[in-house]
């Protein structure tokens, strides 16, 4: 698994750490994260002036016997950075005590902020494993993207704007660099070949509610989806393939839903040359979250023994048990509470702004790194 590391100079690193998985983290830059340790330190040393200033006469200077502004802010230096050269030093019972009490906890606290860069360093792995970990121990009923490419991204879109949580979707892609970038999106990654069964269980595949398989070959389409199903019996696997007559194999496979890009993209052509305003309408179905959306959902104890006509969304096809059922077809002409109903809905604005947004990405002070 590959986890997001601190970046050292202007653009962000990577360190092979535990390799296959990255989990996606988001990491204040550089020159943000010595900002912060120049303020703190700046801080805690202005605190140390203050209570020195204000017990000033606890204090013997051998030089003069007088401490002045200077001489505190001096004593607070060199007694943070632990040099101590005891030209000053606390003569009164309320002086030490207030060096014991106040200035040795915010020596303490300056050296940690000055260190703590190398701190972080040391407890990166620590953090990391304990990531991996409670990733893989609660991720379930999850989603795999296998191919992360134009039809990976939006398949994993879709699926955010219905409903899915970023933490529940995986990304399989043999490319570290397709990877990072589905970090840098939110999404978990694998990098690795997902004809692979060790790699698709690191995705932990074998847990998984449904696997898209969007890759750009058939062949592997193929091996991916015997892969998937060799490890669960019961998750859903849905392809996208180039060729017609590669469907009939994909089913073979495992495969529940076959998907044929090329040829659903040359109908919604075709479509769109017959009847432009017909090819629109498609186009908006196709996009989930806006305007016309096909949606399923069950039938409610209002619609239940009423026709599929008599409903508030326009029923395009019912399911009952196991079989899909056009809305006009005769077995349904009355709806039964245990169906399920393909509608066409229209998303109305309000709805529009409740649905999940992409992340974006930040500003210049910080970055989306996916840490190895």
Sequence with gaps: MRLPSTPTDDRPTYQDRSPGVSLPRYAAGPLVQVARRLLLATGVMALAVVLV??????????????????????????????????????????ARL??????????????????????EVLTERTRDQWRLSYWRKHLRDHTVIVGFGTKGRSAAETLISGGLNQDQLVVVDPDPAVVESANALGYAGVVGDAT??????????????????ATQRDDTAVLVALTARQLSKRVRIVVSVREQ????????SGADSVITSASAVGRLLGLSMISPSSGAVMEDLIQHGKGLSLKERP??????????????????????????????????ATLELTD????????????????????????PGSWRIPRR
């Excluded at 069964?197 to 074998?206: E, Q, Y």
Aim: charged share 25%.
């Design 53 to 94: 200033w204000l017990d000033r006469r606890g204090y013997h200077d051998n030089h003069d016997s007088e401490v002045s502004f200077t001489d505190v802010l001096y004593y607070v230096t060199v007694s943070l950075s632990t040099t101590g050269y005891g030209d000053i030093v606390p003569a009164s019972d309320g």
């Design 98 to 119: 207030m060096t014991t009490f106040c200035i040795t906890p915010l020596r303490v606290a300056f050296l940690i902020i000055l260190v703590g860069t190398t701190l």
């Design 196 to 213: 692979r069964s060790d790699v698709l269980v690191r995705a932990r595949a074998d847990r998984a509610r449904q696997v898209v398989i």
């Design 245 to 252: 007559e590669n469907v009939p194999l994909l089913r073979q």
């Design 299 to 332: 039938v409610t104890s209002e619609e239940a023994g009423r026709s599929p006509r008599e409903c508030a969304d326009l029923v395009v096809s019912v399911i009952r048990g196991h079989r899909l059922l056009p809305f006009d077809d005769p077995d349904v």
């Design 340 to 363: 399920r109903l393909v509608v066409i809905h229209r998303v109305r604005p309000e709805e529009e702004h409740h649905l999940p947004r992409r992340p974006q990405e930040k500003g």
